[in-house]
């Protein structure tokens, strides 16, 4: 039986990479002339018909995006009931569907899975591609925005020359740190912790930045044994809670996201203590649940269904006129003052 040909066939008789032979048949730039009469010449040659992509041969493109979702932390509950992820995953579903197309999403648990969303670039089932979820400078989301395709990156520090190809769009996790914290300084507190998220991840530097510059600009020493490092999950916020207890009993502590908080509030209640008449406590995000707490959580309120707009319609409008721009985003955040918080002037 005569073996099928693939685009690794046709990468290795026409003397170049798998992502080449993609870059020729979705007509992209960043191609020779000469490679891409080799290329053709192979294809026609050995009557290679491209999974998914016999439209692209006729001049269109597939009206489908792809929405890749980083998660590496490994829980059973994903995409489905995440407060981050799934509120994400509506809007950019929402403003696909008005624009007519149709949104493929993945959830990436590690490194080796990058691949199978490289996959989907090169054999042109998908158009362009939003990653959210990821860590900064992550080289998988750099080759892939080499190779030439349209991508949009969530949480991205700027200026990384890589970067420079994609639509970047960050919500300003700085600003939203600085304000809580300065909150709590305006509140009278003075020993101010921090649990911090995953510090691959440009959020959770932002974050670390704007609790520090806080604490700089009121003159109010900063103590490296305050600051305790989670993970985004509850399990992470009841384990970061612990460890700053054993050390330290702090007035207030500003949480990375609210999910954290969760944790936060049922070991701090295991101590012993109330918030926030022992403890004030404040998050990041505002997720639905933050309200229902009890005390209801003080929080940074992330937009994500206008990022989410952002991204998309980015996208969108890049495969549509068939360009490839830069454009960097950041997104406003806002102070929700509930009950969490306890003044001590």
């Known amino acids: 039986m005569k073996k099928k040909i693939n685009a690794s066939d046709?990468?290795?008789?026409?003397?170049?990479?798998?992502?080449?032979?993609?870059?020729?048949?979705?007509?992209?730039?960043?191609?020779?002339?000469?490679?891409?009469?080799?290329?053709?010449?192979?294809?026609?040659?050995?009557?290679?018909?491209?999974?998914?992509?016999?439209?692209?041969?006729?001049?269109?493109?597939?009206k489908i995006i792809g929405l890749f979702i980083v998660d590496t932390k490994k829980q059973s509950n994903k995409m489905t009931?995440?407060?981050?992820?799934?509120?994400?995953?509506?809007?950019?579903?929402?403003?696909?569907?008005?624009k007519g197309y149709k949104v493929l999403i993945a959830i990436i648990n590690n490194h080796d899975e990058f691949k199978g969303a490289s996959d989907l670039f090169d054999n042109g089932t998908i158009s362009g591609g939003i990653f959210i979820g990821s860590n900064n400078n992550e080289k998988k989301i750099k080759d892939i925005i080499q190779d030439g395709y349209k991508v949009v990156v969530l949480e991205q520090e700027n200026g990384i020359s890589e970067f420079t190809k994609a639509i970047?769009?960050?919500?300003?996790?700085?600003?939203?740190?600085?304000?809580?914290t300065k909150y709590l300084i305006q509140l009278g507190h003075r020993s101010i912790a921090h649990i911090s998220g995953d510090e691959r991840q440009w959020t959770a530097i932002c974050?670390?930045?704007?609790?520090?510059?806080?604490?700089?600009?009121?003159?109010?020493?900063?103590?490296?044994?305050?600051?305790?490092?989670?993970n985004y999950t509850e399990e992470?916020?009841?384990?970061?809670?612990?460890?700053?207890?054993?050390?330290?009993?702090?007035?207030?502590?500003?949480?990375?996201?609210?999910?954290?908080?969760?944790?936060?509030?049922?070991?701090?209640?295991?101590?012993?203590?109330?918030?926030?008449?022992?403890?004030?406590?404040?998050g990041f995000d505002d997720i639905e649940v933050s309200k229902y707490l009890n005390p209801s959580l003080t929080t940074v309120r992330v937009p994500l269904l206008k990022m989410a707009s952002i991204a998309t319609n980015s996208l969108i409008k890049a495969v549509d006129q068939e360009v490839s721009y830069y454009t960097s985003y950041n997104v406003p955040v806002e102070l929700i003052v509930r009950q969490s918080c306890k003044s001590l002037l």
């Not at 995440?82 to 008005?98: H, L, M, Q, T, W």
């Open 236 to 282: 992470s916020g009841c384990e970061a809670t612990k460890k700053l207890l054993k050390k330290a009993k702090p007035t207030a502590i500003f949480i990375a996201n609210d999910s954290m908080a969760l944790g936060v509030y049922e070991e701090i209640r295991n101590a012993g203590f109330k918030i926030p008449d022992d403890i004030s406590v404040i």
């Open 168 to 180: 970047v769009v960050n919500s300003d996790s700085y600003g939203g740190a600085y304000d809580a």
């Open 10 to 62: 046709i990468a290795k008789i026409a003397g170049v990479s798998r992502s080449t032979v993609s870059r020729v048949i979705n007509n992209y730039g960043n191609v020779t002339e000469e490679t891409r009469k080799k290329v053709i010449k192979a294809i026609q040659e050995y009557n290679y018909v491209p999974h998914f992509s016999a439209q692209m041969l006729a001049g269109k493109t597939s």
């Open 207 to 230: 974050k670390i930045q704007g609790y520090r510059k806080a604490l700089e600009d009121a003159g109010i020493s900063i103590q490296e044994s305050m600051i305790v490092k989670g």
């Open 81 to 98: 009931t995440s407060s981050y992820f799934s509120p994400f995953s509506n809007g950019v579903i929402d403003e696909a569907s008005k």
